[in-house]
């Protein structure tokens, strides 16, 4: 069983300067929304997007702690 504090400090850690917001979908701490809006994203697939959000939370998604996840990556607007 997983947080979505637990899950946003991990995710922190790869995306410090992303704005994130992780919700448990389920009340069940093992289905999670995460919703990511980073600059780094800019250029990479949805795909891509999407696969750096996995690879980063894979110990706990191999491990059972996260049954399913719910991923949405935002662009900002480029200023």
Do not use: C, Y
């Not at 997983?2 to 300067?17: G, N, R, S, W, Y």
């Not at 919703?35 to 994203?41: A, D, L, Q, T, V």
Request: glycine share 6%; no cysteine; net charge negative.
């Amino acid at each position: 069983m997983m947080t979505t504090e637990a899950i946003e400090a991990i995710l922190v850690q790869k995306f410090p300067d992303a704005s994130i917001g992780v919700m448990d979908m389920t009340g069940t701490a093992d289905h999670f929304e995460v919703r990511i809006s980073w600059n780094g994203f800019r250029g990479k697939s949805l795909i891509e997007q999407h696969q750096m959000i996995q690879d980063t939370l894979k110990p706990q998604l191999e491990d059972g702690a996260i049954h399913a996840l719910k991923i949405k990556t935002i662009v900002p607007a480029a200023v």
